[in-house]
């Protein structure tokens, strides 16, 4: 939304002279935003914060009440308000996490001068690529987060956060980088005694699991076993 700033002048009309005074009285619609502009050298401004876009455009009336000297006079004028444009920007609170690792991104959404407004309660999709990850509503300070959770490794993944735009705002989007690393494992061998005699035949127990921030499944993961240089099974 725009703030916009409303010039009304007044001038005697021939054969008449002089400046007129007194004051001006501004309206929207049939609303009065402006009750006693004071003239100063033939004019009067009102400031007003341009109303929603609904209903745009709106008839401005300035109407000037006369005086002794002179008698009133009124003109209208068109105003049409056109959206506010935002801007959308998106923060990971890291730019790199391990396979299985959930990350917070925020997004924030601000209006662009000259607009102004609330962007409060506005929606916003978080994506990587063409894949949804979640809808955010934005707070009172215009922010909203989103926990992404990437099961994938690979190179650096592409986060956009969309602001959708309502009646009165643009939308805007904005993109940050997530790189997915593999993540760390640790694999413990069991078994029941350390100790056999020859020939006799031992099982052998491996536990593996993944370290944290790290999730997932090993499940189908290939465990090779040997002593020293000397594989033994796998």
Same mark, same amino acid.
């Not at 007129?20 to 050298?41: D, I, K, Q, Y």
């Not at 990850?133 to 009172?140: E, Q, R, V």
């Not at 980088?177 to 127990?205: E, Y």
């Given at each position: 939304?725009?703030?916009?700033?409303?010039?009304?002048?007044?001038?005697?009309?021939? *054969?008449?002279?002089?400046?007129?005074?007194? /004051?001006?009285?501004?309206?929207? &619609?049939?609303?009065?935003?402006?009750?006693?502009? +004071?003239?100063?050298?033939?004019?009067?401004?009102? =400031?007003? /914060?341009?109303? /929603?876009?609904?209903?745009?455009?709106y008839t401005i009336t300035a109407t000037y009440g006369g005086s002794n000297d002179f008698t009133t006079s009124?003109?209208?004028?068109?105003? @049409? +308000?056109?959206?506010?444009?935002?801007?959308?920007?998106?923060?990971? #609170?890291? =730019?790199?996490?391990?396979?299985?690792?959930?990350?917070?991104?925020?997004?924030?959404?601000?209006?662009?001068? *000259?607009?102004?407004g609330d962007v409060s309660g506005g929606t916003v999709d978080f994506s990587a690529g063409s894949t949804w990850?979640?809808?955010? @509503? %934005?707070? =009172?300070? &215009?922010? /909203?987060?989103? %926990? +992404?959770?990437?099961?994938?490794? &690979?190179?650096?993944?592409?986060?956009?956060a969309s602001y959708r735009g309502t009646t009165d705002f643009e939308p805007s989007s904005a993109a940050s980088?997530?790189?997915?690393?593999?993540?760390?494992?640790?694999? #413990? %061998?069991?078994?029941?005694? #350390?100790?056999?005699?020859?020939?006799?035949?031992?099982? %052998?127990? =491996?536990?593996?699991?993944?370290?944290?921030?790290?999730?997932?499944?090993?499940?189908?993961? @290939?465990?090779?076993?040997?002593?020293?240089?000397? *594989?033994?099974?796998?």
């Open positions: 939304l725009e703030f916009r700033r409303v010039l009304f002048r007044s001038a005697a009309v021939a *054969p008449g002279a002089g400046t007129p005074n007194m /004051t001006v009285e501004f309206r929207v &619609g049939g609303t009065v935003v402006c009750a006693g502009a +004071v003239l100063s050298s033939g004019q009067a401004t009102c =400031a007003i /914060t341009a109303p /929603t876009v609904g209903a745009s455009p009124t003109t209208t004028a068109t105003l @049409i +308000v056109d959206r506010a444009a935002t801007t959308t920007v998106v923060t990971p #609170a890291s =730019a790199t996490v391990v396979y299985g690792e959930k990350q917070w991104f925020d997004a924030a959404v601000s209006v662009n001068a *000259p607009g102004a990850l979640c809808t955010g @509503i %934005l707070d =009172a300070t &215009g922010h /909203t987060s989103c %926990l +992404v959770d990437l099961h994938a490794s &690979g190179s650096a993944y592409t986060i956009t980088s997530l790189t997915v690393t593999r993540a760390a494992t640790t694999t #413990a %061998l069991d078994w029941t005694t #350390a100790t056999v005699v020859f020939g006799q035949t031992k099982r %052998l127990f =491996a536990t593996a699991t993944i370290d944290a921030p790290g999730s997932g499944s090993l499940v189908g993961g @290939i465990v090779d076993f040997s002593s020293g240089s000397t *594989p033994i099974a796998a």
